[in-house]
């Protein structure tokens, strides 16, 4: 038991023994050197540590050329102490009739430049830096300029078809200044001036080329060159016409480029006649020569005829489109005219209450319902009152109207005589639902035959046309 107030103390011996490596390596961390570097005046700063300036740039990925100016030197000790300066050397195009070359200095004018790069100008050569004539009295005192032209150099403009180019140049003829762009002239081509022109400050040369181009025509394949970028004047320079309403692909507003192909479209039309059934109406008579819920086809129907004209575009002798061009009823469709039973026929019907006469009878769903379930709260002021008024219970039903005449008599066999003086939203067509008080309710599903009961309403109250289906 004395051993055991050691352990703590043992613990905090081992976490601080863990720890120290970390502690060590945090202060390490923060104390690396950083240094700063300016470069053409923008500062960098470089962690880490480094033994001499080049290591210090290489870390800043700094690539510095020869002619560069790098103070202290990348040979000497990095000092974070000491900012580095790197003033890049700027870069001079030199143009000459021999070609161009590109130099870097630290030269500050035009004059110390050449005598620094050794380049030979005499006092007669035209001197141009940046677009700009030079004396050669000027040179010290110039700025260290871009571009360099040395000798009788010329601005022209080359349009090769959609490529334009603007270049100095020594050269003394177009032939010459296209080759030196490298240009390729080939016997098909035009070019303005011609090829032996001398050249002039501020010309335009244009070379206008042939390209090949294929033309497909008629079931033929040519195989041509122009230098028209049109291809109906390219179809004209060959002899091929078009006629009537014939098209070319691709189309006059294309500009055509080397290896088109160009297809000349044969259009021609036709016309073809088109009949679309036009269906027939069903037309319901009444007749008293059926029973009531009886039907009789009396005439049959007979469909009409729609008749279209279809315009049928044809290209190189294949069918592309058909576009209707008229219509008109070529047959009237004849109706079919079904007639329905208007006769009344009163018949009895036994039950346990005796027999009961009724003048119709129809199949129809069967289900049952109470006050309480008419979805009203027994403290609703409507709870338990029926369409009619009556209050819900035994004896009365809810119908459709539209099936069963409202507040009217039925019989249902194995619930009695009912009075139909209910509604409900969720009874339609031939279905009834029959009340009962909540003491005695019994569930009813499937189907039922209802008779309706004398006396008969008024023809105007009764729907002769019942729907012929089962909800």
């Known amino acids: 038991m004395g051993a055991l107030p050691r352990l703590p103390r043992l613990g905090l011996i081992l976490l601080a023994v863990l720890a120290f490596p970390g502690a060590i390596a945090a202060g390490y961390l923060v104390a690396q050197p950083a240094y700063v570097v300016y470069v053409d005046g923008e500062e960098l700063r470089v962690d880490g540590s480094h033994e001499t300036v080049g290591d210090v740039l290489a870390a800043a990925e700094i690539t510095v050329r020869a002619e560069d100016r790098v103070e202290p030197p990348r040979s000497a ?8 300066t790197v003033v890049r050397a700027k ?45 050669f009295a000027e040179l010290e005192s110039v700025p260290l300029p871009s571009v360099l032209e040395i000798g009788n150099f010329v601005t022209v403009t080359i349009a090769d078809g ?51 181009l294929t033309i497909r ?29 014939d098209y070319v692909r691709p189309g006059p507003e294309v500009t055509l ?30 007749t008293d020569q059926l029973e009531i819920d009886n039907r009789a086809l009396l005439q049959s129907g007979v469909p009409g005829i729609l008749r279209q004209r279809i315009r049928v575009r044809y290209e190189n002798g294949v069918a592309v489109s058909e576009t209707p061009d008229a219509q008109w009823v070529a047959q009237e469709p004849i109706p079919e005219i079904v007639g329905f039973g208007t006769q009344i026929v009163i018949r ?37 009152i029926t369409a009619s008024g009556l209050q819900a219970g035994t004896g009365i039903v809810a119908v459709d109207p539209r099936v069963v005449p409202f507040r009217t008599w039925v019989y249902v066999p194995g619930y009695g005589a009912a009075y139909a003086g209910d509604t409900g939203g969720g009874v339609k067509g031939r279905w009834i639902d029959l009340g009962y008080h909540q003491e005695d309710y019994e569930s009813w599903s499937g189907y039922v035959d209802v008779y309706y009961l004398t006396p008969v309403p008024d023809p105007e109250d009764i729907n002769y046309l019942i729907p012929t289906t089962l909800p």
């Open 77 to 84: 000790p990095a000092d974070p102490e000491q900012a580095i």
């Open 257 to 286: 480029k080397p290896g088109d192909v160009i297809e000349v479209v044969r259009v021609t039309e036709d016309f073809r006649m088109q009949d679309t059934p036009i269906p027939y109406e069903t037309q319901f008579q009444p």
């Open 91 to 135: 870069a001079v195009t030199v143009r000459t009739e021999a070609g161009s070359t590109t130099y870097y200095t630290q030269q500050a004018t035009l004059g110390a430049f050449i005598a620094d790069a050794h380049i030979d100008v005499g006092r007669t050569d035209q001197i141009t830096a940046d677009g700009r004539t030079v004396a």
């Open 348 to 384: 009895a019907v036994e039950t346990p209450e005796g027999y009961l006469e009724y003048w119709r009878v129809v199949r129809m769903r069967v289900t049952a319902y109470t006050a309480a379930s008419s979805g009203k709260p027994p403290d609703h002021p409507a709870y338990g």
């Open 217 to 245: 025509v008629d079931g033929r394949v040519i195989q041509t060159r122009s230098h028209h970028t049109n291809a109906r004047d390219v179809l004209a320079e060959v002899g091929v016409g078009l006629v009537g309403m």
């Open 162 to 212: 959609e490529r334009t180019q603007t270049l100095r140049t020594a050269a003394q003829t177009v032939g010459q200044v296209l080759q030196e762009a490298g240009i390729a002239i080939y016997a098909a081509d035009g070019v303005e001036p011609a090829l032996g022109s001398w050249l002039a400050d501020g010309m335009a040369i244009t070379v206008r080329r042939s390209m090949p």
